[in-house]
């Protein structure tokens, strides 16, 4: 099983490369969180999402599993957009059954939980044309295409019956959000297949053969994110104390961007081609 940490820029994507990771992963709502300081409510469009895939893929050699959304919500949309996807290197694509305006909403009274009073997905055959178009567009054999279905909260047979016609129409892997990772076993003794699932937080090595023995080939990991926002919080909190940010431990203001990119590779470069 392969554990694919989440980024949130191109920058975040080296770092996940540099921790010894083989794949990463960026989602819709992270994106929209860290670029456009929005929540997940479908604002963001599918070149907007390509563009981000193509930062990523531009500086990293890790295979790129980038949400697509609903791949711009119908099988001609979901063509050409797997195509320019692919042009962007990009590996996965995570297409979903959820109608964009209708997607989850957040609020503090629910406890940091999913608010989502007005869900609506889009119809078994509709989706399933979309995953086939997706499929059917791929140039090339690599290109790994996600199906991921928002049906278990409306009960597990409508779920089980969508993963089983998004594998029929062509979808490589399948992702049932929302559905207890845990309980996997009792959806693939259903529907087999490849899943991905996804989880905010590490699970332990147990947990880990448990989901590996499921079918899940590959965990995504969205909470890696959160150190950012945390990180750059407690950063402001010690500027407003007076405190001074950088200094010998840290090795100076810039070190640990620098480091990150592989500055000093550029400066090799800029000597090479005659800079003094």
Not at 50 to 61: H, K, N, Y
Not at 186 to 193: D, F, P, R, S
Request: with cysteine; charged share 25%; glycine share 10%.
């Amino acid at each position: 099983m392969v554990i694919a940490p989440g980024a949130y820029d191109a920058l975040s994507a080296k770092l996940v490369e540099q921790a010894g990771f083989d794949v990463v992963l960026i989602a819709g709502g992270t994106y929209s969180n860290f670029h456009f300081g929005i929540p997940d409510n479908g604002f963001i469009t599918q070149d907007e999402l390509i563009e981000a895939g193509r930062r990523i893929t531009a500086v990293t050699d890790l295979p790129l599993i980038l949400d697509f959304d609903d791949a711009g919500g119908s099988p001609l949309q979901a063509f050409r957009g797997v195509q320019l996807a692919e042009q962007a290197g990009v590996a996965a694509l995570l297409v979903e059954d959820m109608i964009p305006a209708t997607k989850h909403f957040w609020t503090p009274k629910d406890g940091g939980d999913r608010w989502k009073p007005q869900l609506k997905l889009r119809s078994v055959e509709e989706m399933s044309n979309i995953i086939r178009a997706c499929a059917e567009a791929r140039t090339s054999p690599d290109t790994v295409i996600v199906a991921r279905s928002d049906a278990a909260r409306f009960g597990f047979d409508d779920l089980a019956e969508r993963m089983a016609a998004y594998s029929a129409a062509g979808a490589d892997m399948l992702y049932p959000c929302g559905f207890p990772l845990l309980e996997l076993p009792k959806l693939t003794e259903v529907v087999a297949g490849q899943y991905m699932m996804v989880t905010v937080k590490n699970p332990t090595l147990e947990e880990r053969q448990e989901l590996e023995a499921a079918g899940v080939k590959i965990l995504l990991v969205i909470n890696t994110i959160n150190g950012a926002v945390a990180g750059f919080r407690d950063n402001l909190s010690r500027l407003t104390r007076g405190e001074l940010l950088e200094g010998e431990a840290t090795g100076g203001a810039y070190t640990p961007i620098m480091e990150a990119i592989d500055a000093a590779e550029w400066a090799r470069r800029a000597r090479h081609y005659g800079y003094s």
